[in-house]
């Protein structure tokens, strides 16, 4: 029998592919799966690998998300109650490993990307759900923005100083919006965070880790800002809101949401990105056309 490795455990600023592949090979051996020729296949909010040897994929969860037990309870409740969700392996897990925990899912072979009416089912049965039996986080959408804003160590003072004035004006904005219901929704439910599972013919949700409670409009706005930034067809989020019953845009503090889950996107991939890199310029050209056209497209990070 090999003998386990002991690896550096790793933080924000170490958590990079060069380190995080080392962590999910040794995972791998210890769950009795072979890494060799491993795949990475995104390395952004986490470090996602694939393995060649067995219809696997891998999971090192970055070391600031600290809920991943929860996330696999969850993920273990809602495939009983029917959720569409990309299957957990039968496997212990998630595995502590070198500060980060790591997860292991089913492969799910992709021939292509799941259309945006593909993705209202599975929120669909999500949302119909409104709670669960485990303890996730409220959603804190401005104590995320402040918290990436604070930690990022890419934009200047002139681009921090821009972000903190837009989270001024939005939270004075939002004490006049509506608080509804908060349930179970995904947190950020998009194209990459849906597959589709051709054993069952339809999308599953997948990347659970920020599931929280909070209100629906949420997740709704969330596929609306893909789809209107990332330059997906009108058409296909059309079929969505009808399938959905519902277009979020119709709300009446729709604007402000959108503005806030879109500051949430900037100021998360400001903490994530790397000086020098091409994601880093994509967030210093987002800061930079702040309050231009709602229309323009984004680059996908």
């Known amino acids: 029998m090999a003998a386990i490795r ?3 455990h790793l933080t924000e600023s170490t958590f990079d592919p060069d380190r995080t592949e080392p962590v999910a090979a040794e995972a791998c051996r210890r769950a009795g799966f072979d890494p060799t020729g491993m795949i990475l296949l995104r390395h952004q909010t986490n470090a996602v690998y694939r393995l060649v040897t067995a219809p696997v994929v891998v999971k090192v969860v970055r070391p600031s998300i600290r809920h991943t037990e929860e996330v696999v309870r969850l993920v273990r409740w809602l495939a009983e109650e029917h959720v569409p969700t990309v299957p ?13 925990t790591v997860t292991f899912w089913r492969f ?3 021939d292509h990307e799941v259309p945006t009416s ?3 089912e599975p929120l669909s049965c999500l949302h119909r759900l409104k709670t669960a039996p485990v303890d996730l986080p409220r959603l804190d959408a401005l104590g995320a923005i402040r918290h990436s804003i604070d930690a990022s160590k890419i934009v200047s003072d002139a681009e921090r100083s821009r972000l903190e004035e837009y989270l001024t004006d ?3 904005r939002l004490q006049q919006a509506e608080h509804g219901e908060h349930r179970l929704i995904h ?4 194209h990459r965070n849906t597959l589709w599972n051709k054993q069952v013919r339809g999308a599953v949700l997948c990347d659970w880790e920020s599931a929280v409670f909070g209100p629906v409009e949420w997740d709704l706005v969330t596929i609306e800002v893909h789809c209107r930034r990332f330059g997906f067809p009108q058409e296909q989020y ?6 959905y019953g519902r277009d979020v845009r119709d709300w009446r503090d729709y604007e402000v949401f959108r503005d806030l889950r879109e500051l949430r ?7 994530k990105s790397a000086a020098g890199t091409p994601q880093a310029a994509e967030v210093k050209r987002r800061i930079a056309q702040m309050g231009d056209s709602i229309d323009r497209r984004w680059s996908i990070l």
């Open 6 to 8: 002991e690896l550096p």
């Open 88 to 100: 957990l392996l039968d496997v212990e897990q998630p595995m502590h490993l070198a500060g980060c």
């Open 108 to 110: 799910l072979p992709q």
């Open 118 to 120: 593909e993705i209202a």
């Open 170 to 172: 939005i939270t004075v």
């Open 187 to 190: 947190g950020d439910p998009q």
């Open 238 to 243: 059309d079929v969505f809101c009808e399938r």
């Open 265 to 271: 996107m900037i100021t998360t991939n400001a903490r």
